[in-house]
């Protein structure tokens, strides 16, 4: 029994023990830890994002302004033409008996001009010497300005039938490759109200060209000229470049969505950039060259709320600069010697969402306070700050900006 109460009396112990060592444990996650980073050397970026299409420069539209059967076929998809080159051909049966008709009709109104041009001739020439009545003389006028009306028709219908039998040969109107076709050989195709569309011709699919909707909050910052670089989906992983060449001012508005065409041209001498892929775009619309970085938190810490908290104070000469309002393009920084804040007023730059340039009072490698917080929200952040670190090279992937080493 009293084996039992000594063992009964351990356990106890050793549980007052670990509770003692729990709450103290609590008790020190809650003391206030401040979340160092060191000033880096980088290239800050702003940019924004949009998705496009990829298009050709040129694309032409090849129908025909004929009704008939496709008789004959010369090119297929992918094909290589020349401009000039005869890529299809319609039945021309009717359009050559059309022809001849005309020609026929032509002849008939060119021999008919002819007999009343001599009998005017002959007509004017009794006219004047008074041998026929005037209203011969007018008949014979009028049957000769009748005869050039209808030889001037003649002539005008044989060259309609001549247009219309050459629109039956269809040629390529540029140099290029045939994206895609509509037609096979045998196949009816009727120009009565529009003109079919047989074939897409694209002029050169080494230069292409990506139409990008860019948001209307993102507008106002892009600019021709711009450098860009975007991903398709068709190869992951790859990052092609180009730069913007338009920005169009004609709105478009979908689901109350406003956005704005932007062309970005897009160099493809390995042709692997394939009329409408997706592109997923970034536009670099500020840049800057290597300079000193820091967060953007560090910029806002004010020690004030910490001074005489847990042992921290604020050095004597630093304290005004606690309480002072801080220029426009300056800001103050803080740095921790054990527990005493130390502040600097610097110059403030180009900025983004994690990062902003610095300059003045301060130097590359210097460590400074970001922002407080518990020891155990500290520890909770460590295994993700190495991912996280926007002064690691990133990415981009939305509006911002990141950093480069």
């Not at 109107?173 to 509509?182: A, C, Q, R, T």
Request: aromatic content about 6%.
């Amino acid at each position: 029994m009293k084996k039992k109460y000594i063992w009964i009396g351990i356990i106890v112990l050793v549980g007052l023990i670990a509770l003692w060592q729990y709450l103290s444990s609590k008790k020190e996650s809650s003391k206030i830890a401040f979340k160092m980073a060191r000033v880096e050397t980088g290239v800050i970026t702003n940019y924004v994002t949009a998705t496009g299409t990829i298009e050709p420069v040129v694309k032409v539209e090849v129908g025909t302004q004929v009704s008939g059967i496709v008789k004959k076929l010369y090119v297929d998809y992918n094909s290589v033409v020349k401009k000039g080159q005869v890529i299809a051909e319609l039945d021309k049966t009717n359009l050559q008996s059309e022809y001849q008709s005309q020609q026929s009709n032509l002849a008939k109104a060119q021999s008919d001009y002819n007999y009343q041009k001599s009998n005017h001739d002959r007509m004017k020439t009794l006219h004047d010497k008074g041998l026929i009545a005037d209203n011969e003389y007018e008949a014979a006028v009028q049957s000769f300005q009748s005869a050039k009306s209808s030889l001037s028709v003649a002539s005008q219908n044989l060259q309609k039938a001549k247009t219309n039998l050459s629109y039956a040969t269809i040629t390529s109107p540029i140099d290029g490759v045939v994206l895609s076709k509509s037609v096979e050989e045998g196949q009816t195709v009727a120009a009565s109200f529009s003109t079919p569309t047989l074939f897409y011709i694209a002029n050169n699919l080494t230069q292409m060209r990506v139409i990008a909707s860019v948001d209307e909050a993102d507008i106002g910052s892009v600019l021709e000229g711009q450098r860009v670089e975007f991903t398709v989906d068709a190869y992951v992983g790859e990052t092609f470049n180009g730069t913007v060449t338009q920005v169009r001012q004609n709105a478009t508005t979908t689901n109350n969505v406003v956005t704005y065409e932007v062309v970005v041209d897009a160099p493809n001498p390995d042709l692997k950039l394939k009329p409408g892929l997706t592109a997923n775009i970034t536009i670099f619309t500020k840049e800057s060259g290597e300079v000193l970085t820091v967060q953007p938190k560090a910029l806002k810490f004010n020690p004030m709320q910490y001074d005489g908290v847990q042992g921290y104070s604020i050095d004597p000469a630093s304290r005004e600069l606690a309480q002072a309002r801080v220029p426009k393009g300056q800001a103050i920084i803080w740095t921790l010697d054990g527990k005493v804040f130390k502040g600097r007023q610097i110059a403030t730059g180009m900025s983004s969402k994690i990062a902003t340039e610095v300059s003045g009072n301060i130097k590359e490698g210097d460590v400074i306070v970001l922002e407080a917080s518990t020891e155990e929200q500290v520890k909770k952040s460590a295994s993700s700050e190495g991912a996280n670190n926007p002064f690691m090279p990133q990415r981009p992937g939305g509006r911002g900006g990141v950093p480069r080493r």
